[in-house]
């Protein structure tokens, strides 16, 4: 995970324009904020990224904890939500060290395809010792191994023809062809999981978990699962 950690760090080109940004973590913000069940709730968001749209995750629950591994996203991410009193910023490692059962609500959204095996069982562990006895974990945007890079472009330029950034999509598309995630993509790949396989990762860490009818964010060929402990 640490090539991507360092990729993300940096000045990335991910995003085909603003607006494309803007509505990513709109988007994804409005689907969390789904999966909330009280306004007392305790969240976690997991590797959370720029979070750009957490204030309005942090309106519908009691506390919000960001947690980012990259540590420039990480200080940007201190800097935008310090007026927020609601929102705390971690480190991954800081996580290790919170109370045990403290959190209503854990989100991993498009992560688990940049970690191997090994370092996203390690994750669910340090999420299974957080989560109340009740709480759930969301594991969203898992990359199927029978669907290839075709989708993940049509579902973009479906979602920029409908929000009005398509020339920037297809510029965009050109740009990350020629981009180091393109070199890193292909260096050092991207996990995929089927959904039995991530049905019995979740299950061998200790979770029962169902996929979900629809996955985080905008594209429809991912899939997103919803966790509890296993009793």
């Given at each position: 995970m640490d090539d991507w950690i360092?990729?993300?760090d940096s000045t990335h080109t991910i995003y085909a324009s603003r607006l494309h940004r803007d509505l990513h973590f709109q988007i994804i913000a409005r689907d969390i904020i789904g999966y909330i069940s009280s306004p007392d709730a305790v969240v976690l968001d997991y590797?959370?990224?720029?979070?750009?749209?957490?204030?309005?995750?942090?309106?519908?629950?009691?506390?919000l904890y960001l947690a980012e591994p990259a540590p420039g996203v990480?200080?940007?991410?201190?800097?935008?939500?310090?007026?927020?009193?609601?929102?705390?910023?971690?480190s991954l490692d800081d996580?290790?060290?919170?109370?045990?059962?403290s959190i209503d609500l854990a989100v991993m959204n498009s992560v688990a395809q940049y970690m191997t095996p090994a370092e996203l069982d390690q994750a669910f562990?340090?999420?299974?010792?957080?989560?109340?006895?009740?709480?759930?974990?969301?594991?969203?945007?898992?990359?199927?191994?029978?669907?290839?890079?075709?989708?993940?472009?049509?579902?973009?330029?479906?979602?920029?023809?409908?929000?009005?950034f398509?020339?920037?999509?297809?510029?965009?598309?050109?740009?990350?062809?020629?981009?180091d995630y393109r070199q890193l993509r292909a260096k050092v790949g991207l996990q995929r999981y089927s959904e039995a396989e991530m049905v019995a990762k979740?299950?061998?860490?200790g979770f029962t978990a169902s996929r979900a009818h629809v996955n985080i964010g905008h594209n429809p060929w991912r899939m997103t699962f919803v966790a509890r402990h296993a009793f």
């Open positions: 360092d990729y993300y590797a959370c990224g720029e979070a750009l749209s957490a204030a309005k995750v942090a309106d519908a629950c009691g506390k990480r200080g940007r991410l201190i800097a935008r939500f310090a007026p927020i009193t609601k929102i705390r910023v971690r996580l290790r060290n919170m109370e045990e059962k562990a340090v999420i299974k010792r957080l989560l109340k006895p009740g709480g759930r974990l969301v594991v969203g945007d898992i990359l199927r191994p029978e669907v290839g890079m075709i989708r993940d472009v049509t579902a973009l330029l479906r979602f920029a023809l409908t929000h009005g398509l020339k920037d999509a297809l510029i965009g598309l050109v740009s990350t062809a020629l981009s979740l299950a061998a860490s």
